[in-house]
Every structure is written in structure tokens, then in C-alpha cells.
């Protein structure tokens, strides 16, 4: 697919002086990144850096294969010696990112720095758990980093559950994992960085990166005037959700922000693998939504889905309104999730938020669809390696 950068995370970590140099490269790169070919002088301009510096850091960058000169731009008409482009090469590296959170399979791709997804294979889960599930999923990951045809920059997994900022799995009840140092059984096997993030915020750091609403993928225009607010409800085995507030991923202080599949919806409501009942996950997740339209002529199932949409609307009605949200993405099945159930959410939400929150708030699906999460597990890499978001 083609996939357009986008804005850039914020750092969320001070620079300290030793890291001015990374710091100072990740400038550029990201600039190269995301505004496309530049000459060194606009690179300079663009960065506050000195012409020195970007001299320095462009030779690095050109030395490692990151960026390469693409000749001089046409048609300008300045005194002297026009200025040779620098442009991003995504084909230096590519990268291996895997997705966890369907429940038949585990997915992977090989991804070139653009975000291009090159190759694609999934292993069938067939029920796996813990120890099986892991091993199945690093068998996943050989065979991709196998299959690529540039050194892999590193190994992006976005996984269902709780994951602390080591990449270990703290719980994902439906993998059978607690505690899982997911990211140190992968790096120990592969040899490579790995990086491993919740499918959710995977999900919203893809949007971030690569998404667009429908008018901006129809017209190929791009951000700019996009929110900074966004929620990225991702709706698969489980239900959950990845937040970014100005630029910036919202983990919590667990690990566990967004996850708000648990969130009790209906009382009394239908029993949850949590142990309670009513939870919004088993109102809203794909296996407990076609178990419940399965058999049931048209109007009914239309029905079953704008009641969850309702119930999905007053769960994230009073989280868009304390934090004042510009957009709420759903990802996960089109048939499903577009529709009456996206109608009733939208519905649900702006009777429940002030008009001045609800009017200005754009409530809509994922344009990436089923590689959103793979998207967003190669952001994991682009930023963790290189910077770049
Ligand atoms: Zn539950």
C-alpha cells in the first residue's frame, strides 16, 4: 500500500548533552522523512542547525545508505551553483513487524522505511498459548527477517495486553501470558532490536503516521489541520484503545491507558473471561459480536450493531470530553464496525459531550484496515532505531 509519513511524535525525554549528536541526526532525518528531498541549506533552515553540522550529519547519513543526493532541483533560477537534494532512502533497511491480536492467526510483514509493506505471512494460531504461542510467534519472526531483502533495521510487535516499556508482555489473558519478556525472547533469538508495544497504541501510532480520513485519502491531501488529540479503539479478539495527546503516546501509570475493553457497560450484562459481566468487550469484540448476528435476519443484526455502537459511544463519551479529543478512529472489521454501529457511536457521543467538543469531532473508521497494527509496529521501529515517526 502506498503509505505517506506523517507528523512526528513528540520526545517525550529530554535531550542531555551527550545526545545532541542523536538528537541533532534524528532532526534531520525526520525532516528528510516526512517533508521529503531537501538541499542541505533548507535542511539548516529548517532544523536551526548550522550549515556545518548538517554538512557532518548528511555525510554520515549518505555513508550509511539513510539518505542519498538526488541531483539538483529543477528550475530554479539562483545565482551560483544550484543545490544538490538530499533525500530518504526507504529501501536502506526494512524492517519485520508482527501482529498479535487477530485470534485464528498471528500476522507478520516485511516493510520497507516507508512504511510500504513488501511481504506478508501469518501462522495459524490454533489455540496456542504461553510458551507455544511465543515460540510460534519468534518461528514468525525468523522466517520474515529470512525473508527480507535488506539488513532489518529491528523487529516491531504490537501484542494484545498490557506491555510495560521493556517490551514484556505484563497480561494478555488470551495469549496466556503474564509477565512475558516477549522483546528479550525475540532480540536473544534473532539477534536484532525488537520492539513491542500494545496492538492499540500500535494502532494509534499508525494513524499517526500513515492514517488519513476518507477525504484526505480520496484527494491525497494530508494532515496539517489534524487533531492532536486522537483515540484509536481497536476492535479484534479483544477491545482496546491507544491515545495520543499532542504528539504523544499516553501509557498510564501501569502500562494500561486505553484499556477500556473491561470497562463494565451493562448491568447486569453478559458473563466476561474477566470473571465479571457486562464488560464492553463482551459486547463489542468480533468473536462475541458474530456469535451474536449469527442466524439473525437483516434488521435484527442491524439492530445488535447499533446497540453496541450505543454502548461503545457512552464508554467513550466522557473520555472525549475530559480530554478534549479531535478524533476517534475505529479499526478492526469494515462489516462490522461501519454502518449502524459506527451511526449509534456517533449518535451516542455527541448527545453525551458539550456541542462545542461533539461538532468539531471526527468520529470515523481506520483508512490502513487489517494493517494498521502491522503499520504501527514498524513506527515501534522507525523511532525507537532511527527517530523517525
Ligand atoms: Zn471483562
Not at 535542511?43 to 538526488?70: K, N, Q
Not at 522466517?143 to 508482555?169: C, K, N, Y
Not at 476518507?214 to 496539517?224: F, L, M, R, S, V
Not at 459481566?277 to 459480536?289: A, I, K, Y
Request: aromatic content about 2%; glycine content about 12%; some cysteine.
Amino acid at each position: 500500500m502506498p503509505a505517506t509519513p506523517g507528523r512526528a511524535l513528540r520526545p517525550t525525554t529530554k535531550v542531555m548533552p551527550g545526545q545532541a549528536r542523536v538528537y541533532n541526526r534524528s532532526l534531520v532525518l525526520q525532516s528528510l522523512y516526512s517533508d521529503g528531498p531537501q538541499s542541505r541549506a533548507d535542511l539548516a533552515r529548517v532544523t536551526s542547525l548550522t550549515p556545518v553540522t548538517i554538512g557532518a550529519l548528511v555525510s554520515e547519513l549518505i555513508t550509511e545508505g539513510l539518505a542519498v543526493e538526488l541531483g539538483t532541483r529543477a528550475g530554479t533560477a539562483r545565482v551560483g551553483k544550484p543545490a544538490t537534494l538530499v533525500g530518504f532512502e526507504p529501501a536502506a533497511a526494512h524492517i519485520v513487524s508482527l501482529d498479535l491480536s487477530p485470534d485464528v492467526f498471528f500476522r507478520g510483514a516485511v516493510l520497507d522505511l516507508a512504511g510500504n509493506i513488501l511481504v506478508t505471512r501469518q501462522v495459524p494460531r490454533e489455540g496456542r498459548t504461553g510458551e507455544a504461542a511465543a515460540t510460534a510467534v519468534t518461528e514468525l519472526a525468523r522466517e520474515l527477517t529470512e525473508l527480507a531483502e535488506r539488513p532489518v533495521l529491528g523487529i516491531g510487535v504490537g501484542s494484545p495486553g498490557v506491555v510495560d516499556h521493556h517490551g514484556t508482555v505484563v497480561s494478555a489473558p488470551n495469549l496466556g501470558w503474564a509477565g512475558m519478556p516477549l522483546a528479550e525472547v525475540l532480540s536473544k533469538a534473532l539477534e536484532r532490536p525488537v520492539h513491542v508495544a500494545n496492538d492499540a497504541n500500535a494502532a494509534a501510532l499508525a494513524e499517526h503516521s500513515f492514517g488519513a480520513s476518507e477525504t484526505e485519502a480520496a484527494t491525497g491531501t494530508n494532515e496539517n489541520n489534524r487533531a492532536s488529540g486522537v483515540l484509536v479503539l481497536t476492535v479484534g479478539m479483544g477491545v482496546g484503545a491507544g491515545i495520543l495527546l499532542d504528539g504523544a503516546l499516553v501509557r498510564g501509570d501501569r502500562f494500561a491507558a486505553g484499556e477500556i475493553g473491561h470497562l463494565i457497560v451493562e448491568e447486569p450484562g453478559l458473563p466476561c473471561a474477566c470473571g465479571r459481566s457486562g464488560c464492553l468487550e463482551r459486547l463489542l469484540s468480533v468473536t462475541h459480536l458474530r456469535e451474536r448476528l449469527a442466524g439473525l435476519p437483516d434488521p435484527e443484526q442491524q439492530e445488535v450493531l447499533a446497540q453496541a455502537g450505543t454502548s461503545l459511544g457512552i464508554a467513550l463519551a466522557p473520555v472525549i470530553s475530559t480530554l478534549d479529543l479531535g478524533e476517534v478512529v475505529l479499526t478492526g472489521p469494515p462489516d462490522l464496525l461501519g454502518g449502524a454501529l459506527l451511526d449509534a457511536a456517533r449518535t451516542a457521543i455527541r448527545r453525551r459531550v458539550l456541542p462545542v467538543v461533539g461538532q468539531a469531532l471526527e468520529i470515523r473508521l481506520s483508512t490502513l484496515h487489517e494493517n494498521s497494527i502491522l503499520l504501527g509496529s514498524a513506527v515501534l521501529v522507525l523511532s525507537g532505531e532511527l527517530g523517525v515517526s
